[in-house]
């Protein structure tokens, strides 16, 4: 659907680009024009990413860094600018999470958490805000988020209260911002099938129960979330800024439904048991 041009003139920093939804937002951005830049904690992955992307004929690069430290993010801002020309654009895509009971959690737990979700997407969109807002040019910020967001989660609460944060901080900045022509938008998946997520965040045995869980039965695949956020990015998303679009299956609506889960009962079964009740 996406024209081979259609973010071309942009220049995207995507955090935690090295690896699973980070890495096919930029390289589907950089097919479509984009120069892409990345950073993250681990060189391999973002060397790797850059060289698929520079073979598939794009332009990107990467540099290390923890976005938990805000010097760190302000000198790879400066390394990735110097390489590539400004940025246009910003998805704080990089997260820490794990399942644990929380009367478990050590300070150190939740801090590292919160420090990733929470500090370092204030630290990077922060950092590159200062910069649009002197330059006077605009800029477009894609916050990752999770449909518990607005929900909370049991066993991911550090990740649930620093979503909620992230949640809190695009819907302030989009109104608080938008006179200098910065627009903040979300995207709320559900499970996505990465190693990064799945190692820290599916039990073993329960993955066909996590399928059954939304009501189109299997995960999200990450070209789908690649392919809303190029839309976030280009020209036809121009008038959203402060929106949150949820990309679940219908997951979340239905486990909060009252009757949602009948829709895991055979269907002829459900029939009959509701012609039952009917009154003759
Ligand atoms: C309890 C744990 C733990 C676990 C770590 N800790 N894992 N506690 N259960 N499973 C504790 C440690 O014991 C330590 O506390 C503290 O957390 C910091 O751990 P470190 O390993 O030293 O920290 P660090 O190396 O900085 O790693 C941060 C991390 C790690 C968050 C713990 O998991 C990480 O690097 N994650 C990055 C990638 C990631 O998580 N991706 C998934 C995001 S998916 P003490 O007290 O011992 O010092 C996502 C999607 C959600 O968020 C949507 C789903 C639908």
């Not at 659907?1 to 973010?7: C, W």
């Not at 790797?48 to 923890?66: C, L, N, P, W, Y």
């Not at 073993?204 to 956020?229: M, N």
Request: with cysteine; charged share 20%; glycine share 12%.
């Amino acid at each position: 659907m996406f024209k081979e041009n259609t973010l071309s003139g942009q220049t995207i920093l995507v955090t935690g680009g090295g690896t699973g939804l980070g890495r096919a937002m930029a390289e589907r951005f950089a097919g479509l024009g984009a120069k892409v830049a990345i950073f993250g904690r681990r060189s391999a992955p973002l060397e790797d990413t850059v060289e698929a992307i520079r073979k598939a004929g794009g332009t990107a690069a990467q540099t290390s860094a923890d976005i938990r430290d805000p010097e760190q993010v302000e000198g790879a801002l400066s390394r990735l600018e110097e390489e590539l020309g400004e940025l246009t654009g910003l998805v704080n895509n990089a997260a820490g999470n794990f399942l644990a009971p929380s009367e478990d959690l050590s300070y150190n737990a939740f801090n590292s958490v919160v420090q990733i979700v929470l500090y370092g997407t204030f630290n990077t969109t922060q950092a590159v805000g200062r910069r649009w807002i002197e330059r006077g040019t605009p800029g477009h910020v894609l916050s990752i988020l999770t449909t518990y967001s607005w929900t909370g989660s049991a066993f991911v609460m550090p990740s649930a209260c620093a979503k909620a944060g992230v949640l809190a901080m695009t819907r302030s900045l989009a109104v608080e911002w938008g006179c200098y022509g910065i627009r903040l938008n979300g995207i709320a998946p559900g499970p996505f099938p990465t190693e990064g997520a799945f190692s820290r965040l599916m039990p073993k045995g329960f993955l066909e129960q996590a399928k059954k869980a939304s009501p189109l039965g299997r995960f999200g695949e990450p070209p789908e979330l690649a392919d809303l956020a190029t839309f976030l990015f280009s020209p036809m998303a121009a008038y959203m800024t402060g929106e949150v679009v949820t990309l679940d299956g219908g997951e979340w609506l239905k486990n909060g439904q009252e009757f949602g889960k009948f829709t895991d009962v055979p269907r002829d079964q459900m029939k009959a048991q509701m012609a039952a009740m009917k009154p003759k």
